[in-house]
């Protein structure tokens, strides 16, 4: 995907405001920072078969995150970036 200059300078001027933290997340992108504790907690309330291993988070690791709860819960990717993202809120 290229970039254009207008669109790096956009993002940019957003990206560290907290105010639009967030705001420009894509569907394949999750904002799991800051309360990863409360919201695996909730995770594991939902989901007892859930191991700390299998929620173990590591900044920039979603990918592998999302894989370890899909194949323990039997949900697809999708489903689970839908689930913590609704748990985030």
Known sequence: MVQTREKVEFVSIFENNPVYKGILMNETELNL?????VLKGKLKQTYGNLTDDDLTYTDGQEDELVGRIQKRIGSTAGDVRHLLKKLSQ
Do not use: H, L, T
């Open 33 to 37: 920072k800051g309360n990863w504790n």
